[in-house]
């Protein structure tokens, strides 16, 4: 326990698998569902889970993740950002605070934030997603 922080060695959001960065992000039960509904919202398939090659390596993972054109990408890279920010922000809610969001409600939570974003003038952002604010 390095500075008297609360570890337990499994993956705080499954509690099945040793936690590391790429399990975390990726590989992960809980991720995928939030990528999938992540892949959905963008309508690119290249962020559904099912999709993704057998990469076990973040920075590769991550390259493949956020290829595309130019003007997309500038979307796509803040969009994954966000995602992989706000699973790194449940993971430590999960340890430090003892508060569980199950994926329904972090997805509507992550909506939220995507709109902020967009709001707050990401506008490769709104390109990529902002359609679901139409709906």
Not at 102 to 111: E, S
Request: net charge positive; hydrophobic share 40%.
């Amino acid at each position: 326990m390095l500075r008297g922080w609360p570890n337990s060695y499994f993956c705080p959001l499954c509690y099945r698998n040793l936690e590391t960065a790429f399990h975390l992000v990726a590989e992960c039960p809980f991720s995928k569902q939030v990528w999938t509904v992540v892949a959905n919202w963008a309508n690119c398939p290249s962020l559904s889970p099912h999709n993704w090659t057998g990469v076990l390596d973040l920075q590769y993972w991550f390259r493949d993740l956020t290829s595309a054109s130019t003007q997309q990408r500038r979307g796509l890279l803040t969009l994954v950002l966000l995602v992989i920010w706000s699973l790194c922000k449940e993971r430590n809610n999960r340890i430090f605070k003892h508060e569980e969001l199950t994926v329904p409600r972090f997805t509507a939570l992550l909506r939220d934030e995507v709109r902020t974003w967009i709001f707050a003038g990401a506008k490769h952002l709104e390109t990529i997603v902002g359609s679901i604010f139409n709906e």
